[in-house]
T-cell receptor, first 117, second 117 residues
Framework: AQSVAQPEDQVNVAEGNPLTVKCTYS??????LFWYVQYPNRGLQFLLK??????LVKGSYGFEAEFNKSQTSFHLKKPSALVSDSALYFC???????????????FGKGTRLSVIA | DSGVTQTPKHLITATGQRVTLRCSPR?????VYWYQQSLDQGLQFLIQ???????AKGNILERFSAQQFPDLHSELNLSSLELGDSALYFC????????????????FGAGSRLTVL
């Protein structure tokens, strides 16, 4: 079964510092990986995805993520954090070795990022 | 505005009651997904429909049911409500369900917050 783990419930970082939100996954084949962000009282918004190709994926709002197959990780990064980046971040995985259109996107429990001015 | 519309935004009801949550997918999207977000369980997949047909089922309770109508809107029915059903219920939509669409991004609505007293 596919699963994703976000080992940190909370990440605190000072504004202007680099940030990393960690994600590890478990699937039987090569994964489709996604990051979403949820601001207070809002739905989830898509940030970026990894399907194939370059291991470094760039997304919205200056975020990027690095796919590492050997470590089964897909950590979200940003070189310089903003206070407005404070939100709940979700990593998600889908196993394309199955009929992926019918395979639900499985989410981690989320990591709350707090950027302090 | 993501293009996915959910109503009602907030709902307060009593144990034992029945409620219906409604979702209109983004224009052109044929797949609808329902997720439940609670503090202790994170984001849990409930059920997926594609063009009116059920395509995938997650940890959806027997007291819960859903359907997708010919106009592609979907309803999630929650009955015999319990305190533990209090959560944020999200609807998401995507273009397709074929195997090649596994990389498609889900677009989320703002959610329906259900409080069971």
């Amino acid at each position: 079964a596919q699963s994703v783990a976000q080992p940190e419930d909370q990440v605190n970082v000072a504004e202007g510092n680099p940030l990393t939100v960690k994600c590890t996954y478990s699937v039987s084949g090569n994964p489709y990986l996604f990051w979403y962000v949820q601001y207070p009282n809002r739905g989830l918004q898509f940030l970026l995805k990894y399907i194939t190709g370059d291991n470094l994926v760039k997304g919205s709002y200056g975020f990027e993520a690095e796919f590492n197959k050997s470590q089964t990780s897909f950590h979200l990064k940003k070189p310089s954090a903003l206070v407005s980046d404070s939100a709940l971040y979700f990593c998600a995985v889908r196993d394309p070795s199955r009929n992926s259109g019918n395979t639900p996107l499985v989410f981690g429990k989320g990591t709350r990022l707090s950027v302090i001015a | 505005d993501s293009g996915v519309t959910q109503t009602p935004k907030h709902l307060i009801t009593a144990t034992g009651q029945r409620v219906t949550l409604r979702c209109s997918p983004r224009s052109g999207d044929l797949s609808v997904y329902w997720y439940q977000q609670s503090l202790d369980q994170g984001l849990q997949f409930l059920i997926q429909y594609y063009n009116g047909e059920e395509r995938a089922k997650g940890n959806i309770l027997e007291r819960f049911s859903a359907q997708q109508f010919p106009d592609l809107h979907s309803e999630l029915n929650l009955s015999s409500l319990e305190l533990g059903d209090s959560a944020l219920y999200f609807c998401a939509s995507s273009v397709g369900v074929a195997a090649s669409s596994g990389a498609n991004v889900l677009t989320f609505g703002a959610g329906s917050r259900l409080t069971v007293l």
